[in-house]
Nanobody
Framework: QVQLAESGGGLVQAGGSLRLSCAVSGRSFRNYVMGWFRQAPGKEREFVAG????????YYTDRAKGRFTISRDNPENTVYLQMNSLKPDDTAVYYC??????????????????WGRGTQVTVSS
C-alpha cells in the first residue's frame, strides 16, 4: 500500500508562487512515476506535470511549461511542484498521484494507482 500526502496549498495573489509537496510512504519510492493533477470546480481532473523517479525525466502540459517545475527528493520520498507566475485560472484542488508501472509518464488519471487527498490552491486577481 502507498500513502500520499500533499501540503503547501493556500491563497496567493496573481503573479505569486507556491510550492506543493507530496510525501510518499508505504513502499519503495524509487521506481514510480509521480504526477500532479488538478481539478477546478465544475471541471474534470487534469494532468499538470509528471516525473519519472528513476531517471528524473519530466513532462508538462503546455499550460504548466515555463511556470511550474516538478522535482523529487528520493531520500526524503517527496515530490514537489514549484508554481510561479500563478494565475486565477490555476485555482483548483491539486492532487499528487503515483503510477507504479515503470514506464512512461502517463497523463491520464486512470493510469495512476494511488492518490492523495489534495490541497487547495486559490489564486486571487
Amino acid at each position: 500500500q502507498v500513502q500520499l500526502a500533499e501540503s503547501g496549498g493556500g491563497l496567493v495573489q496573481a503573479g505569486g508562487s507556491l510550492r506543493l509537496s507530496c510525501a510518499v510512504s508505504g513502499r519503495s519510492f524509487r521506481n514510480y512515476v509521480m504526477g500532479w493533477f488538478r481539478q477546478a470546480p465544475g471541471k474534470e481532473r487534469e494532468f499538470v506535470a509528471g516525473i519519472r523517479l528513476g531517471d528524473g525525466a519530466t513532462y508538462y502540459t503546455d499550460r504548466a511549461k515555463g511556470r511550474f517545475t516538478i522535482s523529487r527528493d528520493n531520500p526524503e520520498n517527496t515530490v514537489y511542484l514549484q508554481m510561479n507566475s500563478l494565475k486565477p485560472d490555476d485555482t483548483a484542488v491539486y492532487y499528487c498521484a503515483a503510477d507504479t508501472w515503470m514506464g512512461g509518464i502517463a497523463t491520464t488519471s486512470s493510469d495512476y494507482d494511488y492518490w492523495g487527498r489534495g490541497t487547495q490552491v486559490t489564486v486571487s486577481s
